[in-house]
């Protein structure tokens, strides 16, 4: 009989609920992704470099047109440059880059931070590379670091520390002054960071993201990962990458020449071609991504769920104390979607140990108009 090395793990909760979506025919505002489709000229150019040829391995370390676009983005938007060449890779997906950064760092024993509630797919990574989670829960209302809990949490066996900003679920941001407060904790102590900077670009209200790619001492020790799928539309091309200096580079290579080797070849043709032509894409995606949020919450605020406008991410959580305190948030997601016809997140699936009176689930603004005018007048009715 085969011996899990996941014992505690089923199926994700997105899929889980996307699927339950489909089943009962409700809009689906739980699982991120657009419903509508990433830009033409990028969708053309797939078809344009699958038609001229390119088709077979990529380099190891991503097509080099596109690490240096990559490294050209972050330059304008953080004042940095990188290395194409030893510090920038391609991987398909933030999920196995940020899977590869901890399998070449991890060792048998080590223990890792994480900040509940925490995405879904780091704990099982630090589990398969022999290492154990410590979970810090961020504080509640605001989903900020507990720097009193964080420090309790270090110990001799720290090895890394896990950061996502902006912040799954909760659209949190970690300003220039946290990463400073970190950097001094951590400074004296052998510990690596990943920042999970997938939503980089969906920041709102004129803030600017502060990315570990801005913090020079920060940097030294980091993995910084990102996804094209976010930033242009394009979630189910997997495609992303990972910042790092040199040698972790090298070392995160290592580990990634073996899991995949190498991403989708036209696809990274594509995405070089566009990040070439429309640098203003990303420019434009905090605004893009604002009026959603903000027709979303306005349609909202007609309803009896309670929020705090999303700081950053597509994604808004709801308090729906008002409504149905008696459920807690699995019960309510479900019971969203087969009454009402609104798919949500749970937020508590993201926490080791939830707090009790938890009643926030998380919904997906990334969604068309229309969709979006639909779902809020689903959820007015309730
Ligand atoms: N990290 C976070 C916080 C995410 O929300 C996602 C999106 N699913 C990922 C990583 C994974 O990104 P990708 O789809 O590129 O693997
Ligand atoms: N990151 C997406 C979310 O938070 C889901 C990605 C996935 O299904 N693995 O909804």
């Not at 270090?154 to 090895?159: A, I, Q, W, Y």
């Not at 969906?202 to 993995?223: K, M, P, W």
Request: glycine letters at 6%; a negative charge.
């Amino acid at each position: 009989m085969i011996i899990s090395k996941l014992p505690n793990v089923g199926t994700t909760i997105f899929t889980r609920m996307s699927q339950l979506a489909v089943e009962t025919g409700a809009l689906n505002l739980s699982q991120g992704f657009p419903d509508f489709d990433g830009p033409q000229a990028l969708r053309d150019a797939v078809g344009r470099h699958i038609a001229a040829g390119h088709n077979q391995y990529a380099p190891m370390t991503g097509l080099p047109a596109l690490r240096e676009q990559v490294a050209a983005k972050i330059a304008r938007s953080y004042g940095r440059m990188f290395s194409a060449d030893t510090e920038v890779t391609i991987v398909p997906g933030a999920t196995q880059g940020i899977f590869c950064a901890i399998q070449a760092l991890i060792q048998p024993g080590d223990e890792v931070i994480v900040f509940d509630p925490s995405y879904d797919s780091y704990e099982p990574s630090v589990e398969l590379a022999g290492g154990r989670c410590v979970h810090v829960p961020l504080a509640l209302p605001g989903f900020s670091i507990d720097w009193q809990r964080l420090q309790d949490a270090l110990s001799d066996k720290t090895r890394l520390i896990i950061l996502n900003s902006p912040h799954n679920p909760s659209g949190a941001l970690i300003s220039r002054a946290e990463l400073d407060q970190l950097a001094g904790l951590i400074r004296e102590r052998d510990i690596y960071l990943i920042s999970d900077e997938v939503y980089e670009h969906l920041v709102f209200d004129g803030i600017q993201h502060a990315s570990v790619l801005g913090h020079d001492e920060l940097y030294q020790r980091a993995f910084v990962v990102s996804s094209f799928g976010k930033t242009y539309h394009v979630t189910g091309w997997k495609t992303g990458y990972v910042v790092a200096p040199p040698a972790l580079s090298a070392e995160l290579r290592k580990v990634h020449q073996y899991v995949s080797f190498c991403g989708v070849t036209p696809l990274q043709w594509a995405l070089a071609d566009y990040m070439a032509e429309h640098p203003e894409h990303v420019e434009e995606l905090p605004a893009f991504y604002q009026a959603k949020r903000d027709l979303f919450c306005d349609l909202l605020a007609g309803s009896r769920f309670t929020f705090t406008r999303a700081a950053g991410t597509y994604f808004q959580l709801v308090d729906y104390s008002a409504i149905r305190s008696d459920l807690d948030d699995v019960a309510m997601a479900e019971w969203l979607t087969r009454e009402h016809g609104v798919a949500a997140i749970p937020v508590s699936v993201f926490y080791q140990s939830p707090p009790a009176d938890l009643r926030l689930v998380r919904f997906c603004f990334a969604k068309r108009e229309e969709t979006l005018r639909q779902a809020a007048y689903k959820l007015c009715a309730i």
